[in-house]
C-alpha cells in the first residue's frame, strides 16, 4: 500500500511543479498571446527609434492600448518600420501622430498617439503617416552646446541645427 | 624525473578511461529502462526520494532567498527612487539566474549525495553482485530509475523555488518596505519574457539535472566497495557537481545571451 501513497504524492509532486510553470507563464512574464481576434496591427515609419524595442507599450494620453509587435529596416526608405497592434475596441483616427517618448529619466521607451481630426478611423494594415523620433539623448546635449558656442562667441551666422 | 612523467602519463590514461568508462555508463543507463510493467512504480519511488523529500528544503531556501534579494535590492534602488522596478529586479535573478543554480546546489547536497551513498552501500554490501547473479540488470533495475528521477524533478523543483522566491520578494517589497502592489507585479510583467527568460532557466535546470544525477549514480555505482570509499564517492559527488554547476552555469548564460 505504501507504493500507492507514494504515486499519489509524486503525481501531486508533478501536477504542483506543471501548474507552477503556468503561474510563472501568466503572472511573472505577463505571457499572453496577442489572438487576432482582439488586436489589429498598424504600421509606423520613424526615422529614429533610439531605444525603442518589440513589446514596447503604445499609449493614448498615457493609456496602454496596445503593443509594438516587431520593429524592421525598411530597406527603400532606410527608416524604422515599426508594427504595432492595437486593441481593437479603441478605434484611433486616420490621421494621428505617433512619437517616441522615455518612461521618466532613465525609462524604457515607448509610443504615445495623438488621435486627429479625421473621420476615418486606422484599419488593419494601415499606416501612421506623420511620427516623431525619439529623442536621442547625446543629439540634444549636442544642439545644446552648439548654441552656447554660438551664443559666446556671437559668431554672424550659424548653420541650421540639423535635428 | 621519468617518473614524474611516467605518473602523469598514467594518470591521464587513468583519466581517460573513467571519462569513457562514465559516458558508456550514462548512456546504457538512459537507454535501459525497466520494462514497461515496472518502469511507473520504480520511477514513482525514486522521484519521491529524490524530488518530494527535497520540497522542504528547496522551498524554505526559495522563500529566504526571494526574501532577501527583495531587501537588498530595495536598499539599493530607493537611492534612486526606483524602488518601483523592484519587481523585474527579483524576477529576472531569480528566473534566470538565481533559481537554477541555488536549486541545483541544494539538490546535489540534498538528493545527489544521498544517491551516491545508497549505491555506494549496495556496492559495498554485494547487493549489486547479488542483482547480477540473479540474472536482474542492476542498471536498468536501480541506476536508470535514479538517473530518470533526478532529470525529471529537477526542473519542477527549480520552478516551484523560482514561484515561492517571487512571492517571498512579494512578501517583503510589497507587504512589508511598501512598494506599490500594482507597479510590482506590471514592471516584472513588462519585463519578464516567457521564453528567453523562464524558458531558458529550465532548461539550463535540465542540464544542472543530467549532470548531477550522472555524477551522483556514477560516483556511487564505482566507488571502492568499503566505509573509506563511499565517504570519498560522496564527497566526489557534491564537490563536482557544484564544480560543474557554476562552469555549467557561465558557458550556458554566455550561449543563452549571445542570441544563441
Redo the contacts between chains.
Sequence with gaps: MR?KV??W??GL??I???A??V???F?????SHYSSSDYYPVVAEFDNIGGLKP?A?VSVSGVVIGRVESIILDPRSYQAKATLLLNKRYRIPLDSEASIFTEGI?G?NYISIAPGYDANNLSPGSVIEKTHSAMILENLIGQLVYSFKSDKSDETKTDAVKQ | MLGTVRKIGASSIDFAERIGQSTLFFIRSVLQLPDFRHV??LL??Q??NV??LS?VIILLSGLFIGMVVALQGYHTLVQ?A?EQQLGQLI?LSV?RELGPVVTALLFAGRAGSSLTAELGLMRATEQISAMQMMAVDPISRVVSPRLWAGI??L???T??F??IA?YGGFLVGVKWLGVDGGSF??N???S???QV??LNG?IKSAVFAVVITWIAVYQGYYSPPNSAGISMSTTKTVVYSSLMILGLDFVLTALMMGGW
Excluded: C, H
Design positions: 507504493s507514494v504515486e504524492v509524486v509532486f508533478v504542483a511543479g506543471l507552477s510553470l503561474v510563472l507563464a503572472k511573472v512574464s505577463g505571457f513589446r507599450k532613465l524604457s | 511507473f512504480s514513482a519511488q522521484i519521491y524530488g518530494v520540497l534612486f526606483a524576477a528566473v525529471i524533478s526542473p519542477i523543483l520552478i516551484l523560482n514561484l517571487i507585479w506590471t516584472m510583467q513588462g519578464v519574457n516567457f527568460d523562464i529550465i
